[in-house]
């Protein structure tokens, strides 16, 4: 009996461990399934909000600019820190508002797009809003105060770097909106797995190739001042190439903002939505069929964002005006 009752345990205790084998294959599948899951909703995420990446880096980029050679690397390190607060900050927020009141996710986009185009089309009307003369007189203020051995440029930087790290609160808030928008449906473990990781990649991604932007001139002056002649022509062409590539930063970021924001307003209007779509399957029929079905609904989009941000702009422009008239009487 004893030998007996004892087979009969070593047996039970056999199956469960087989259980418990089989069950840890289960998890592990299910685990790598998920851990898949997250891999490909990050991947979407960062793809829809590569455009507002875009704008981000262009934007820090040209906060930076300005800013004395030996200063450059400390005030991005100090937007940096900002932006990973902000971001802090905005993780959270968006994982309650998607738990807690997930119909204000699309409200919340058409908000952050609708800022976008309005921020895209205050870039283009700048030249027209702002005399020459008050930018002339910004620069003149950068060169003076970094050529002054008395300006104390840490306290002159505090402006520039709360104004950086107030624009990267905004389009971080817009990345984190079409990324909650990405994995609204999906369970809340993976949201905060693809929250937090597009979160990491944007700050960390971001912040080192404005890092590595604004260092482009150093490099280019110490290839410069090398012997060999294939160095020099390596460093005369960054310095060349840098401001262009600037200039080619600010024009995609602005192109971004309308495709972006203006994507996001045409989603968020079914009616449109399914014209912009009909319009780009139609387009198929074209020669070189393909191309078009690409091209047609991200130029309708990008019209759409032009359109809405011309409108905000002016809404604006009218509040502040009516704002001046009630100030003055």
């Known amino acids: 009996m004893a030998s007996g009752s004892l087979l009969a345990l070593l047996d039970d205790i056999a199956t469960i461990l087989d259980d418990v084998a089989l069950m840890t294959k289960v998890a592990a599948k299910k685990s790598a399934a998920m851990a898949d899951d997250v891999s490909v909703m990050t991947k979407v995420a960062a793809q829809k909000t ?79 809003l702002h005399a ?37 609160f905004i389009l971080s808030a817009e990345i984190i909106a079409i990324t909650l928008g990405t994995v609204a449906t999906a369970p809340f473990a993976q949201q905060v797995a693809v929250l937090s990781s597009i979160a990491l990649i944007m700050t960390v991604g971001v912040y080192g190739l404005v890092a590595g932007i604004v260092k482009l001139d150093d490099l280019g002056l ?44 045409v989603h968020g209007v079914p009616a449109v939505h399914h014209w912009v779509e009909a319009a780009g399957a139609a387009s198929a029929q074209w020669p070189v069929g393909p191309l078009w079905e ?32 009630s100030t003055a009487h």
Request: glycine share 10%.
């Open 222 to 265: 110490w290839l410069n001042s090398k012997a060999s002649s294939v160095a020099r022509a390596i460093g005369s062409g960054i310095l060349r190439a840098a401001p262009w590539l600037m200039k080619g930063l600010s024009i995609a970021g602005t192109a971004a903002m309308f495709l972006v924001g203006g994507g996001i307003l």
């Open 294 to 325: 690409v091209l047609v609904p991200n130029l309708l989009n990008a019209v759409v964002g032009i359109v809405v941000g011309g409108l905000v702009l002016a809404g604006v422009m009218l509040i502040k005006r009516l704002r001046g008239k």
């Open 132 to 168: 020459p003369h008050e930018d002339a007189a910004e620069h003149e203020s950068r060169v003076l105060a970094n050529a002054n051995p008395a300006v104390d440029l840490v306290a002159f930087e505090k402006d520039k770097i709360k104004g950086a790290v107030r624009t990267d």
């Open 50 to 128: 590569a455009g507002v990446l875009g704008d981000d880096l262009a934007l820090n980029a040209q906060q930076v600019s300005g800013v004395r050679a030996d200063r450059e690397i400390p005030v991005v390190w100090a937007v940096c820190k900002g932006s990973a607060i902000n971001k802090l900050i905005l993780v959270p927020a968006a994982l309650l508002i998607g738990t807690f009141a997930p119909w204000a996710v699309t409200p919340l986009l058409m908000v952050g797009g609708a800022f976008l185009c309005f921020e895209g089309f205050e870039k283009i009307a700048h030249k027209f």
